[in-house]
């Protein structure tokens, strides 16, 4: 079992940056691939990025390349996501995911994943 709080979301200008955090309890986190997914109301949840468990592979949907960036520390059991030259498009609520799959890393349907935080919103004012 693990389960997931985000934190770090908040109004921010267009062009600005936040840093989301998700800490997670459990004593095997170090071995779930982490997600991060977004989702607008009315709209589908929208996959961001995934980290394999040790760190050394990410993903990112087109729309996070280059602008966001997934990382982990497994010691303090969070995983984080920078993002920076943000856009009002950019806004929506943020959940993190942990799935046991190895092959989840490449999955953008939320369904490969098995936990969820309760997710926090990321609003960018233009």
């Known amino acids: 079992q693990v389960q997931l709080v985000e934190s770090g979301g908040g109004l921010v200008q267009a062009g600005g940056s936040l840093r989301l955090s998700c800490a997670a309890s459990?004593?095997?986190?170090?071995?779930?691939?982490m997600g991060w997914f977004r989702q607008d109301p009315g709209k589908e949840r929208e996959f961001v990025a995934a980290i394999r468990w040790s760190g050394t592979s990410t993903y990112y949907a087109d729309s996070a390349k280059g602008r966001f960036t997934i990382s982990r520390d497994n010691a303090k059991s969070t995983v984080y996501l920078q993002m920076s030259s943000l856009k009002p498009e950019d806004t929506a609520v943020y959940y993190c995911?942990?799935?046991?799959?190895?092959?989840?890393?490449?999955?953008?349907?939320?369904?490969?994943?098995?936990?969820w935080g309760q997710g926090t919103q990321v609003t960018v004012s233009s």
């Open positions: 995911a942990a799935s046991s799959r190895y092959s989840a890393l490449y999955s953008v349907t939320p369904v490969a994943y098995d936990y």
């Open positions: 459990g004593r095997t986190f170090s071995t779930y691939t």
